[in-house]
């Protein structure tokens, strides 16, 4: 099964992801196509990274990954090889930000020097298929040495407090922190709290934790924690982060009280 998945920062609308995608099946015939995520924000890494990082352990062994964020760089592109899946990429940082305890093995693309304005469709698809086919990374690629590293912030904690961040806000307007519900646990101890969603909000304090949306009546506010066990602020039937006026990187703290 050549599973080959594509997350890149095109329009639906632009001719890039039907010419990646004829390409991958003119070398690959075989080859099962998987949209992961289009129309990310151009050069978005945080928003790409929160996909792939929560998207990838779900694929079996062997798949291809083609990322296409920045994928324009001075450096050799990347080849990752991490828990039997590969990963096409730029090397731009976001390889830390997907695996914050780092790769398992980084390689980078063995090819000419020829310039090219379009590498993921001249550089990561032949690559992609060619691993897809069967093909050994060290017959594609050489040992990376050095990668550009990013890594994801952390909630700031303090004694009785914890300051997080907002690292995604879904199409529903739900508005994902990088709060782990096991910091929140850790930290509160059990004591009552509140959560304060934005910078000196004092309209909207949050002092409960649902385990369902549905148990806010709709229109209201709420807070739980999702299948990814990261805090997430929600209204029932309504946009969280538009009407709190979210977005990527606002702040969102927790105060435990004694």
Not at 172 to 190: A, P, Q
Request: charged fraction near 20%; hydrophobic fraction near 40%.
């Amino acid at each position: 099964m050549n599973i080959i998945t594509l997350t890149t920062d095109w329009h639906q609308r632009d001719y890039y992801i039907g010419a990646v995608k004829g390409k991958i099946l003119s070398l690959c015939p075989n080859a099962r196509i998987v949209d992961i995520a289009h129309n990310i924000p151009p050069f978005h890494h945080q928003k790409a990274a929160f996909i792939l990082r929560n998207i990838w352990t779900h694929y079996p062994k062997g798949t291809v990954h083609i990322i296409g964020i920045q994928a324009e760089s001075k450096e050799k592109p990347l080849i990752i090889q991490h828990s039997e899946q590969y990963f096409i990429m730029a090397d731009s940082g976001l390889a830390g930000m997907i695996f914050p305890d780092g790769p398992e093995e980084v390689y980078r693309i063995s090819s000419d020097n020829e310039e090219t304005l379009f590498p993921v469709l001249d550089r990561f698809v032949p690559v992609a298929c060619a691993l897809a086919s069967g093909k050994k990374l060290k017959d594609i690629g050489q040992p990376a040495g050095e990668l550009k590293t990013t890594h994801p912030v952390r909630p700031a904690i303090e004694e009785g407090f914890i300051t997080g961040l907002v690292i995604y806000i879904d199409s529903y307007g739900n508005v994902i922190t990088n709060i782990t519900k096991d910091t929140f646990e850790r930290v509160g101890e059990g004591r009552p709290f509140e959560i304060h969603p934005g910078t000196g909000s004092i309209l909207y304090r949050i002092t409960h934790l649902n385990k369902h949306y549905y148990e806010t009546p709709p229109g209201d506010i709420l807070a739980l924690f999702n299948s990814l066990d990261l805090l997430e602020i929600a209204i029932y039937h309504g946009n969280a982060g538009e009407l709190l006026g979210l977005d990527i990187n606002s702040t969102i703290r927790i105060i435990f009280k004694k």
